[in-house]
């Protein structure tokens, strides 16, 4: 399925400008829209304004003042169901879509951002039943 397919943008965030860029434009290649924060605090503060825009919290894990899990964290108190893949060159996290390890190669981080939007646009389009019984 085509990324203009996929609802919503993808929040990056990253404190190396370099690694923001890199990852920008390389999703941004493959048909996504993206916002790009350089840190957890500016990222917060982004996804309170357009938390509806957001369909996906992209964030490296280990950045001064707010890190990615806190982040995500934060994030998740606000939008429970939000997906979150982090990317992490030392660590390993999980809020449910695991973590990208750095460095990690185009056709990877494409592979996996693909997946879980994917999901999360099949998890919007599942219909809700009526579980009811007739009476």
Request: aromatic share 6%.
């Given at each position: ?65 707010m ?31 695991g ?14 951002v ?22």
């Amino acid at each position: 399925m085509p990324p203009d397919q996929y609802p919503g943008a993808i929040l990056l965030v990253d404190d190396d400008h370099s690694i923001r860029k890199l990852v920008k434009e390389c999703l941004e290649g493959a048909g996504y829209t993206v916002f790009a924060a350089g840190d957890g605090v500016v990222g917060l503060a982004f996804f309170k304004q357009r938390q509806e825009e957001i369909a996906l919290l992209l964030t490296d894990v280990d950045m001064p003042g707010m890190n990615g899990l806190d982040l995500a964290d934060r994030i998740l108190e606000l939008d429970g169901t939000l997906p979150v893949v982090f990317m992490s060159g030392a660590v390993t996290a999980d809020r449910g879509n695991g973590c990208i390890p750095k460095p990690f190669r185009e056709p990877e981080l494409v592979a996996k951002v693909g997946t879980v939007m994917g999901t999360r646009r099949l998890a919007r389009r599942t219909p809700k039943t009526d579980h009811t019984l007739p009476s």
